[in-house]
């Protein structure tokens, strides 16, 4: 494939692409359950078979991308090692054992004059998918898509190309070799950034657009799309110590949801403890121990003279680093109403032995995710048993949470009569 810019016309690139995909999604729609398992399973051995390939072809990007500056955040999404890649490898073939969501009946009733109506899941159709850094979305959103039943359009970030092209390689010959149609994961050869404003004003041509980037991209991506978008823009995810807490359980949770991978949409921005819990410094110790800068008001910073002076800004600010704001509050609702002003509806959390308050909490909170007693680095498809996942969702319609199977299919309305008319 040619990156080149000089003689690619982005709407022409995308027309093609995208009748490309639509006759694959034919194909695909109707493909038994069978076929598509087979096909994906070829595909995840495929990545296995050039892991050497596919490393080389990270280590270049890891250079290049270091060179010119990424961000740590960023750099951790790119890297791809021995263990990462065979979890990709491992995911596509998890997708391989999923439930097929497609023909599957939601619901289904006999209506008085004898009309039967169901509703049945059927593929959204052609699925485009902007990503940045995450070689491996490669293989989990083309996975996704097609064993959905639907045709992807994959377009990477530059600083991920090199790998997003191994993968890309070893994946369609993997579904090839299942019997699958040639175009049915298809990944955009140009790094022009022009291609991505063409996906975004291809209505009619593409069927659903999936952003997964940094706050600048999904941005873009909602403001200037003619096409229906699933994304969320942040993970303003937070994680509140109820005075009713188990400290060393809480001192556990914490650190993990903040420092397990800071750069992952489900870690924790903002920790709320209530002014009722025992002792809040072992906690902020555990951290600041681990290596996270800790930033706070007055209040918090005379519990530990390491601890910085927070702005207005902390509470909305998305760090993906080992940063964490931290806040004192009075109780259940205040944590709730904090989170209602500074959240992002992506992952929240209450730490706490009062099953009544947790309750309270969950109930209350307005997020895709909300947990009890769990850290938010499990708001991941593959933690809730989804497989991989093609995204997190926050918005209110279609999907919402780990984006799966299930949330790349829509319905339709079967009606089967015998003869009857409307009076």
Same mark, same amino acid.
Request: charged share 20%; aromatic share 2%; with cysteine.
């Given at each position: 494939?040619?990156? #080149?810019?000089?003689?690619i *016309?982005?709407?022409?690139?995308?027309?093609?692409?995208?009748?490309?995909?639509?006759?694959?999604?034919?194909?695909?729609?109707?493909?038994?359950? =069978?076929?598509?398992?087979?096909?994906?399973?070829l595909?995840?051995?495929?990545?296995?078979? *050039?892991?050497d390939?596919?490393?080389?072809?990270?280590?270049?990007?890891?250079?290049?991308?270091? =060179?010119?500056?990424?961000?740590?955040?960023?750099?951790?999404?790119?890297?791809?090692?021995?263990?990462?890649?065979?979890?990709?490898?491992?995911?596509? /073939?998890?997708?391989?054992?999923?439930?097929?969501?497609?023909?599957?009946?939601?619901?289904?009733?006999?209506?008085?004059?004898?009309?039967?109506? #169901?509703?049945?899941?059927?593929?959204?159709?052609?699925?485009?998918i902007?990503?940045? #850094?995450?070689?491996?979305?490669?293989?989990?959103?083309?996975?996704?898509?097609?064993?959905?039943?639907?045709?992807?359009?994959?377009?990477?970030?530059?600083?991920?190309?090199?790998?997003?092209?191994?993968?890309?390689?070893?994946?369609?010959?993997?579904?090839?070799?299942?019997?699958?149609?040639?175009?049915a994961?298809q990944?955009?050869?140009?790094t022009?950034?022009?291609?991505?404003?063409?996906?975004?004003?291809?209505?009619?041509?593409?069927?659903?657009?999936?952003?997964?980037?940094?706050?600048?991209?999904? !941005?873009?991506?909602? !403001?200037?799309?003619? $096409?229906?978008?699933?994304?969320?823009?942040?993970?303003?995810?937070?994680?509140?110590?109820?005075?009713?807490?188990?400290?060393?359980?809480?001192? *556990?949770?914490?650190?993990?949801?903040?420092?397990r991978?800071?750069?992952?949409?489900?870690?924790?921005?903002?920790?709320?403890?209530?002014?009722?819990?025992?002792?809040?410094?072992?906690?902020?110790?555990?951290?600041?121990?681990?290596?996270?800068?800790?930033?706070?008001?007055?209040?918090?910073?005379?519990?530990?003279p =390491?601890?910085?002076?927070?702005? *207005?800004?902390?509470?909305?600010?998305?760090?993906?680093?080992?940063?964490?704001? $931290?806040?004192?509050?009075?109780?259940?609702?205040?944590?709730?109403?904090?989170?209602?002003?500074?959240?992002?509806?992506?992952?929240?959390?209450?730490?706490?032995?009062?099953? !009544?308050?947790?309750?309270?909490?969950?109930?209350? $909170?307005? #997020?895709?995710?909300?947990?009890?007693?769990?850290?938010?680095?499990?708001?991941?498809?593959?933690?809730?048993?989804?497989?991989? /996942?093609?995204?997190?969702?926050?918005?209110?319609?279609?999907?919402?949470?780990?984006?799966?199977?299930?949330?790349?299919?829509?319905?339709?309305?079967?009606?089967?009569?015998?003869?009857?008319?409307?009076?």
């Amino acid at each position: 494939m040619s990156d #080149s810019t000089d003689t690619i *016309d982005p709407i022409r690139l995308m027309q093609n692409m995208s009748a490309q995909a639509r006759t694959a999604a034919v194909a695909l729609a109707s493909m038994p359950t =069978a076929t598509k398992a087979a096909a994906l399973r070829l595909a995840g051995a495929a990545i296995r078979e *050039d892991a050497d390939a596919i490393l080389a072809a990270n280590v270049r990007d890891m250079t290049l991308a270091t =060179a010119n500056g990424l961000s740590g955040a960023m750099l951790d999404r790119l890297r791809l090692d021995p263990a990462r890649l065979e979890s990709t490898a491992a995911g596509v /073939e998890a997708v391989a054992g999923l439930a097929d969501p497609v023909g599957s009946v939601i619901d289904a009733d006999v209506r008085p004059n004898g009309l039967r109506l #169901s509703r049945v899941r059927v593929p959204i159709g052609t699925i485009g998918i902007i990503y940045e #850094s995450r070689p491996n979305v490669t293989a989990d959103a083309g996975a996704l898509a097609v064993m959905a039943g639907n045709a992807a359009i994959l377009r990477g970030g530059s600083e991920a190309m090199e790998s997003n092209r191994a993968i890309h390689a070893a994946m369609a010959r993997g579904l090839t070799a299942g019997g699958m149609p040639p175009n049915a994961v298809q990944l955009v050869p140009t790094t022009d950034r022009a291609v991505v404003g063409a996906m975004l004003r291809a209505e009619r041509l593409i069927d659903l657009i999936v952003p997964r980037g940094g706050k600048g991209l999904v !941005a873009r991506v909602q !403001a200037e799309a003619r $096409v229906p978008v699933l994304a969320h823009l942040d993970g303003l995810n937070h994680s509140y110590v109820d005075g009713a807490a188990d400290p060393a359980m809480a001192r *556990d949770i914490v650190v993990n949801a903040k420092l397990r991978r800071t750069g992952v949409c489900g870690s924790t921005e903002t920790l709320l403890i209530d002014r009722a819990f025992a002792d809040p410094r072992p906690i902020l110790t555990g951290l600041l121990d681990a290596g996270c800068e800790l930033r706070g008001d007055s209040e918090v910073r005379a519990l530990d003279p =390491a601890i910085l002076e927070a702005n *207005d800004d902390d509470w909305d600010t998305e760090y993906l680093d080992a940063i964490l704001s $931290v806040k004192l509050v009075d109780g259940v609702d205040a944590a709730i109403d904090h989170i209602a002003r500074h959240g992002s509806h992506h992952t929240d959390a209450i730490i706490t032995d009062d099953a !009544a308050t947790a309750e309270h909490f969950l109930a209350r $909170v307005d #997020s895709a995710i909300v947990m009890w007693n769990a850290s938010t680095q499990f708001a991941d498809g593959g933690e809730f048993g989804l497989g991989a /996942e093609i995204g997190i969702a926050t918005g209110r319609l279609h999907a919402r949470g780990p984006v799966a199977l299930e949330g790349l299919t829509t319905y339709k309305w079967l009606v089967r009569g015998t003869g009857q008319t409307r009076p």
